[in-house]
């Protein structure tokens, strides 16, 4: 990854009906008045460009909330704007989240003539009482359709679904995943359901209206998608995330491989030149400190070598290529990014594969993800001397 490259995230906030399980920035309104919208984005954007200017701008990635229902012209003035603000890589990539409901995959083409080449489609399951259980807008039939179309207008298509859901069986999930690696599509988001606080099923699950599948059952799932994926040529590249050799996200593999991103619109979160960034996350506070300050940033704060490469060291051993602990110790100029000794200990139990100054999580350390980072951080790194 070139030190001069950069991603640019652009959250968009609303979306028809709020699922159940969701946890992200989402909010959904009466109406939206576009216009404003497209602006307030774009005067974000200018923004970020004077702050992190003359670099190549590899990737674009709309996520939400429903970022397909951004008028396309709104996201075609956009994609123009940050190519203009900055060089486009000649295989730049850019990635729009849309929901499989007929309105939006009517937009297909239209986003497809304003610059997207690649969608990320929230099909999350292909049963209609799954999705009803899920809180989803969309039948399995207009999934289909949409993933029919999307294949139609844009040369990359990837598709989320869920599993672990209560009462989830091996051969019920083995029959989904088995259809979903028929369906031409090179990477898949398969993400296990959680309950996350402060979510409509955290309450469900209080209220005992149901239990989620327990954790033994869910590693199973794990597992499985594990094989099946790796067996049909689209192994995991990171926890949740599964590609043919090529067709990984670029764009999140620049969060994971930590490069540098803007941020722009309600609640994103951005890092660039060494300092984090999150904007305000109801829409109604972005717009106004929009309208203030010419930008929507809520917090803004430099990051200390340790927690930096803490940080980078958390993202990295999501993904199956492991991180160099020395790069990350002479990126950010510090002695050590790890507890060698628990490294080892936990190479030797099978969780980590450990060659030279790389460490990668083994598939059974991948579900012990957040205990194992708990064991192997540096209690307190040490700093070198600037030179
Ligand atoms: S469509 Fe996506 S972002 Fe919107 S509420 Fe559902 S899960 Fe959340």
Sequence with gaps: MSEDALALYVHWPF????????????????????????????????????VVPGRELTSIFFGGGTPSL?????????????????????????????NPNSVETARFADLARAGVNRVS????????????????????????????????HFRRVSFDLIYALPGDTEDRWSATLAQALSLGTKHL??????????????????????????????????????SMTSEAGMPAYEIS??????????????????GDYAGIG????????????????????????IARKGHGIAEEAELAPGEAAD?????????????DLDAIASRFRLGSVVDVAKVEELARLGYLKHSGTR?????????????????????????FAAA
Aim: hydrophobic share 40%.
């Design 15 to 50: 979306c028809v009906s709020k699922c159940p399980y969701c946890d992200f920035n989402s909010h959904v309104r009466a109406s939206i008045d576009q216009e404003s919208w497209r602006e307030a984005l774009l005067a974000d954007l200018a923004y970020e460009a004077d």
């Design 70 to 98: 951004m008028e396309p012209s709104a996201v075609a003035a956009v994609i123009e704007a940050a190519t203009a603000h900055w060089s486009p890589a000649p295989d730049i990539e850019i990635t729009l989240e849309a």
């Design 121 to 152: 489609l929230g099909l999350q399951s292909f049963d209609d009482e799954a999705l009803h259980f899920l809180g989803r807008a969309h039948s399995a039939r207009e999934g289909f359709a949409a993933l029919e179309t999307a294949q139609k």
């Design 189 to 226: 988001s398969l993400y296990e359901l959680t309950i996350e606080p402060g979510t409509r099923f955290a309450s469900m699950v209080a209220r005992k209206e149901f239990e989620p599948l327990d954790s033994d059952a869910a590693a199973a799932l794990y597992e499985l998608t594990d």
């Design 241 to 258: 995330n599964h590609a043919r050799r090529g067709e990984e996200s670029r764009h999140n593999l620049t969060y994971w491989r930590y």
């Design 266 to 289: 309600p609640g994103a979160h951005g890092r660039r030149l060494g300092m984090r960034t999150v904007r305000h996350r109801k829409p109604e506070n972005f717009l106004s400190a």
């Design 311 to 323: 940080e980078a060291l958390v993202m990295g051993l999501r993904l199956s290529e492991g991180i």
């Design 359 to 383: 460490i990668a999580l083994s598939p059974a350390g991948r579900l012990l993800l957040d205990h194992i980072l708990g064991e192997i951080a540096a209690p307190q790194p040490s700093v």
